[in-house]
């Protein structure tokens, strides 16, 4: 049973780059969140996808867009990159709009230089 | 919006020593609670959750008790083990259940 996986692993980009992070949920699930982790924090919420569209999003500017395509796996975008989107992020997936189980992914660690 | 405050690491204890990691909420109604763990170089897994006040969840020797009284979750185990060092996350969800509020994560470290 295949988890949720995420790529690239690691990325550098320059300060107003833009990035493009993907992730397939675990088998069986539909919906997809995504997560930013600063170093030595808790994540925080970035917006949740279900049925191809965003249902929630979390306190984070419009630089921050995603998609979720027909196979359920989904992109995370940033745009003109800023020196404090350093950080790890997280995929997770579940069940349903609803459901309370999020599995997560090992993440994708970006540093912006 | 939910918030989450845990106790600030890093705990260092013995093997076999008692392990409480505390967490309080602050939250609109009653959200579902939940305790993620981080080992390093690896995403969360979730370790146990609790849905209601009283609930109790439990898994690997960790627990704890959702206590609406005190708006706390205090994560607990009896004998922790070398294998056990990590971060651990409290995380509280939105009354929609498609948000996870997380705590800033305590770090264990069990010395041999």
């Known amino acids: 049973d295949a988890g949720v996986t995420q790529s690239p692993t690691h990325l550098i980009k320059t300060r107003g780059q833009q990035v493009t992070l993907r992730c397939s949920p675990k088998?069986?699930?539909?919906?997809v969140s995504w997560y930013q982790q600063a170093l030595g924090q808790g994540p925080q919420f970035i917006f949740q996808y279900y049925e191809e569209e965003e249902r929630q999003r979390g306190n984070f500017p419009d630089r921050f867009s995603g998609h979720q395509f027909p196979n359920y796996s989904s992109e995370l975008n940033v745009n003109a990159l800023l020196l404090g989107d350093s950080a790890l992020y997280l995929c997770a997936s579940s069940l349903g709009q609803g459901d309370y189980e999020q599995y997560f992914g090992p993440g994708t660690r970006l540093t912006v230089t | 919006g939910n918030s989450v405050t845990q106790m600030e690491g890093p705990v260092t204890l013995s093997e076999e020593a008692f392990l409480t990691i505390n967490c309080t909420y602050t939250?609109?109604?009653?959200?579902?609670l939940f305790w993620y763990v981080q080992y390093p170089g690896e995403g969360l897994q979730l370790l146990l959750k609790?849905?209601?006040?009283?609930d109790k969840g439990s898994n690997k020797g960790f627990e704890a008790t959702y206590r609406k009284e005190t708006t706390s979750f205090h994560l607990e185990k009896g004998s922790v083990q070398v294998s056990d060092s990590a971060v651990y996350f409290c995380?509280?969800?939105?009354?929609?259940?498609?948000?996870?509020?997380f705590g800033g994560g305590t770090r264990l470290m069990v010395k041999p």
């Open positions: 995380a509280a969800a939105n009354n929609a259940g498609n948000m996870l509020t």
């Open positions: 939250a609109t109604g009653y959200p579902s």
């Open positions: 088998s069986g699930h539909d919906t």
């Open positions: 609790a849905t209601k006040a009283d």
